[in-house]
């Protein structure tokens, strides 16, 4: 079932097809992204830790972590996959083997260090990829995220060079978290070989354009939590002024 899924997933991230992905962050949200159509479900760990009471940056214990990843998996007949930051510290066939026993079938991981985001060395990042492989075999989709543009080094050339290395050492899809620009994103995907992941945010292109330029992921991270707050938060001005929800 597990590898099922996983290739289910896997099959999904189609270079101008994107797989779309409005990140969750609870069994609610994660059912209604079902309702509304998408075939996949993705968690984001910043909108996860505050729903649980603390901030993203692995501060979150990894047991409530993978708890509210298996909460999301067990409410959705979909594939999931969970935002899991740098691992958690966990050893990779440890992660391997907990991520899997949510009924999570793919994960993001980080090449940056959560606590100060300093870029971890790409070789020892893709010793680190290739162990989670080893450990997860087939059963785990593995979303390598890039961080050189959010570490404050857009360097196109060093985000393809670790791109293509993960790559080649098992991950199936890379994400150069935080690349805007439609010159920048064509550049990406031409260059790294294989599967790009594109976070929608301000200076990103719409989704019809991020297909013609050939990604196969957009991710939202946790975009849509932080809607939600903000709506929340009008709603609740409105009770304060007296005037009622209905």
Known sequence: MTTDRASVLRALHVPGRPLVLPNVWDAASARAVRQAGFPAVATS???VARTLGHEDGERTPVAEMLAAVARVAAAVDVPVTADFERGYR???AELAERLLATGAVGCNLEDSLPDTGELVDPGEQADFLAEVRAAAGPGLVINARVDVYLAGRPSREEAVRRGRRYLEVGADC????????E???RALVSEVGGPVNVLSAPGVPPLGRLAELGVARVS???GLHQATQAYTKGLLEVVVEGR???
Do not use: M, Q, R
């Open 45 to 47: 760990s910043a909108a």
């Open 90 to 92: 966990l050893k990779p």
């Open 174 to 181: 890379v994400y150069p978290i935080g690349a805007t620009g």
């Open 183 to 185: 010159d920048e994103i």
């Open 220 to 222: 939202f991270g946790s």
């Open 244 to 246: 009622g929800l209905y």
